[in-house]
Each structure stands twice: as structure tokens, then as C-alpha cells.
């Protein structure tokens, strides 16, 4: 379940290394270098992997200012990250919380041998945040969403964020450690539909 978040970290990582540094701030590692070695290390990568090696113009701001943009910048991300959510043809932002459980649980997806094509992607929330009680096993690197959608009156406007914040967290906060699982395709709308119920449903577990 970790492994896809390791891999995150490390491509993450990775391409800090290989971003420009601040001018006054001479790299010491010729960043062409580091492309060239992130690259070798993936030989096996298939051809739509290599787009994954190279960082979109989001992860490139965010590496240059050490994931604290100035204001400008921020607001450009946020922006253009925000422009780029599709939402549900029904306007409907709660779906099945059983779901949206199994889905987050679920670490399956974006591996080499995930190739299975029964098995759809998981959004390996777990590896992050503490969601319902009876999990136990959960990573700290985002805040718990413990109680989500009782501490939000389970309003229909939050449900709406709780969705934009998983389809694209930086267009709420530019740099954001949290995947974007919308728009990089990595859970489609009806799955994150099923995880917003997770966080915002009243019957779920999350919330008792
Ligand atoms: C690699 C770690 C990571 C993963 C995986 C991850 N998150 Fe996050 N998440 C974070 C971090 C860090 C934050 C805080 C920064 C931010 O708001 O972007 C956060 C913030 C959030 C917030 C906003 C919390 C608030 O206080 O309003 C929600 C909601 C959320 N995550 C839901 C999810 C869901 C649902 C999943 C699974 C589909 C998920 N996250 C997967 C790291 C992660």
C-alpha cells in the first residue's frame, strides 16, 4: 500500500534535484545530468510512463521555489490548476461511501506489474490520512479527515471542495504533497464521487 507513495516521494524528490535552483544559488549537479539519471533509472518504463519522468509546469514552479512560490506564482498555479477540474455531468459530489472505503484503502495502480485489466486504481488515501476510526494503520503526512463532514455540517459546498481538493489539491494550496488524482488520471470522477461520500456522508464510518 506504501509503495506507490514511496515511488511519489521519490520522483517528487527527484525532481527538485533536477529543477533549476535560484540563480544566486549555483546547482552543484548539472540538472541534465540528474534528468539523464532519473530516466535510466526506469529502463523498463513503458512509453507512457516517460511523460511521468518529466515535470509538468506546475512541478517545475514548485521545485524552483522550494514548494513556497511566491505570491504570483501561488496564484498562477492555483489558477490554472483549478481551470483544469471536470466535474460530474449530474452535479451530484456524494456517491457510495462503501466504495470510496475500498478505494482508499487501495493502493493498486501506476506500478510496473499493475497491469491486471480488472483492477481499477486505488487513491491510497491511508498512506497519508487518518479517515475512520477502525483503521488503524495510517500515514501523518496529510492532516486526519477524521469526522470530515460532521465538522462541516455535511454541507453541500464542502462536499463540492472535499471533490476539488482530490481531483486537484493545488488549486486550493499551490505545491501540495497530495497527488492529484483527477487530473492526472489516476482515479476517474465517479470513483472520487465515492470518496467525497467516504468523507462527507453521514452514515459513514468516518463520521461516527
Ligand atoms: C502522499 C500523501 C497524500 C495522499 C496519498 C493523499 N493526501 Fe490528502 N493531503 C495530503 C497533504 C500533505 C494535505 C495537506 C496539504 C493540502 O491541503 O494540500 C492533504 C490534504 C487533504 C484534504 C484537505 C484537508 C483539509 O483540512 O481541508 C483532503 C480532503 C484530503 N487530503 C483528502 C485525501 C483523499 C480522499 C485522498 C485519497 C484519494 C488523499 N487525500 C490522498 C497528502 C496526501
Excluded at 535560484?22 to 549537479?29: G, I, L, R
Excluded at 512509453?47 to 498562477?76: G, I, Y
Aim: hydrophobic fraction near 40%; include cysteine.
Amino acid at each position: 500500500m506504501m509503495r506507490f507513495a514511496k515511488l511519489t516521494s521519490v520522483i517528487v524528490v527527484l525532481a527538485a534535484f533536477a529543477s533549476s535552483a535560484p540563480a544566486e544559488q549555483k546547482s552543484k549537479v548539472d540538472p541534465a545530468r540528474v534528468d539523464t539519471a532519473v530516466k535510466s533509472a526506469f529502463p523498463g518504463a513503458p512509453a507512457d510512463w516517460q511523460a511521468r519522468l518529466t515535470p509538468d509546469e506546475t512541478m517545475q514552479q514548485c521545485s524552483a521555489a522550494n514548494n513556497t512560490p511566491a505570491t504570483k506564482v501561488f496564484e498562477a498555479i492555483q489558477a490554472r490548476e483549478k481551470a483544469a477540474i471536470k466535474y460530474p455531468a449530474d452535479g451530484k459530489f456524494v456517491g457510495d461511501w462503501k466504495k470510496g472505503e475500498a478505494l482508499a484503502q487501495s493502493g493498486y495502480g501506476l506500478r510496473f506489474t499493475d497491469t491486471a485489466p480488472d483492477r481499477v486504481n486505488g487513491g491510497n488515501c491511508y498512506a497519508c490520512h487518518q479517515i475512520t476510526r477502525q483503521e488503524l494503520s495510517f500515514g501523518t503526512i496529510g492532516p486526519s479527515l477524521l469526522q470530515y463532514g460532521k465538522n462541516r455540517n455535511f454541507s453541500e459546498a464542502d462536499a463540492k471542495r472535499a471533490y476539488e481538493k482530490i481531483y486537484n489539491p493545488h488549486a486550493t494550496f499551490p505545491c501540495s504533497l497530495m497527488p492529484r488524482f483527477g487530473t492526472n488520471s489516476v482515479l476517474t470522477i465517479a470513483q472520487i464521487v465515492d470518496i467525497v461520500a467516504l468523507l462527507m456522508s453521514p452514515e459513514s464510518p468516518a463520521n461516527k
